[in-house]
């Protein structure tokens, strides 16, 4: 189902890419860059990793000093938890995003601060066959067992970009208003294993990357 629904966003962005192209002021750009990612819960402890992420944009003039930019990203994010033997238990999570952004002009063409709502659609989290058997940390949880997260969250998204018009530096971050464990709720089984409580965690992402636009 993810796989119908990234093929249906591609296409969707390609035509809204192709049909923002042809507007005067308008700019497509190629982004690529790294991640540090960590999850924000109270069940288990965890740390940040290093992933990465790329993707399209589209800036095009608003009003006065503001821009809008459109934007779809595919990202491979990672974060790591304990076993009990206290061994690290590295999760990947890789999807796709789809960004609406206001963005103010500092310095026209140089300088912007960006910000808004990002809608993210992710696969399932993933960790080394060697590690689904290992119990987390604080809970009686194999890690496998808090794989199956929410496949729809959403982001909140605040950064800063500078550079000319055909090669900009960004730096933004990104934090997860939803609860992104949520779907491990509906399984009754798992409460037991999390020391009773509910799970409940949020995502958050600091990102560096380049844009080249087109």
Same mark, same amino acid.
């Given at each position: 189902?993810?796989?119908?629904?990234?093929?249906?966003?591609?296409?969707?962005?390609?035509?809204?890419?192709?049909?923002?192209?042809?507007?005067? *002021? @308008?700019?497509?750009?190629?982004?690529?860059?790294?991640?540090?990612?960590?999850? !924000?819960? #109270? /069940? =288990? %402890? +965890?740390?940040?990793?290093?992933?990465?992420?790329?993707?399209?944009?589209?800036? *095009? @003039?608003?009003?006065?000093?503001?821009?809008?930019?459109?934007?779809?990203?595919? !990202?491979? #994010? /990672? =974060? %790591? +938890?304990?076993?009990?033997?206290?061994?690290?238990?590295?999760?990947?999570?890789? *999807?796709?995003?789809?960004?609406?952004?206001?963005?103010?002009?500092?310095?026209?063409?140089?300088?912007?601060?960006?910000?808004?709502?990002?809608?993210?659609?992710n696969g399932k989290l993933?960790?080394?066959?060697?590690?689904?058997?290992?119990?987390?940390?604080?809970?009686?949880?194999?890690?496998?067992?808090?794989?199956?997260?929410?496949?729809?969250?959403?982001?909140?998204?605040?950064?800063?970009?500078?550079?000319?018009?055909?090669?900009?530096?960004?730096?933004?971050?990104?934090?997860?208003?939803?609860?992104?464990?949520?779907?491990?709720?509906?399984?009754?089984?798992?409460?037991?294993?999390?020391?009773?409580?509910?799970?409940?965690?949020?995502?958050?992402?600091?990102?560096?990357?380049?844009?080249?636009?087109?």
């Open positions: 189902m993810n796989k119908k629904i990234t093929i249906l966003l591609l296409f969707v962005s390609t035509m809204g890419f192709a049909q923002y192209s042809y507007r005067d *002021g @308008n700019r497509i750009g190629l982004s690529f860059g790294v991640s540090q990612t960590a999850l !924000f819960t #109270n /069940n =288990f %402890s +965890t740390k940040p990793e290093m992933g990465f992420a790329g993707g399209l944009s589209v800036r *095009g @003039n608003y009003y006065n000093n503001w821009s809008m930019i459109y934007g779809m990203q595919f !990202f491979s #994010n /990672n =974060f %790591s +938890t304990e076993s009990t033997l206290n061994q690290k238990i590295k999760y990947n999570l890789s *999807g796709v995003q789809i960004r609406l952004l206001l963005s103010y002009n500092v310095i026209q063409d140089h300088v912007s601060i960006d910000f808004g709502p990002v809608l993210q659609i993933k960790t080394e066959s060697a590690n689904d058997s290992k119990t987390i940390k604080g809970t009686l949880l194999k890690a496998s067992q808090i794989e199956d997260i929410s496949p729809i969250s959403g982001n909140f998204y605040l950064g800063c970009s500078a550079g000319s018009k055909t090669i900009r530096a960004v730096i933004f971050y990104e934090y997860g208003f939803t609860n992104i464990l949520n779907r491990l709720n509906k399984d009754s089984d798992l409460k037991p294993l999390n020391n009773g409580d509910k799970f409940k965690g949020n995502l958050g992402s600091i990102n560096g990357q380049v844009i080249i636009n087109l």
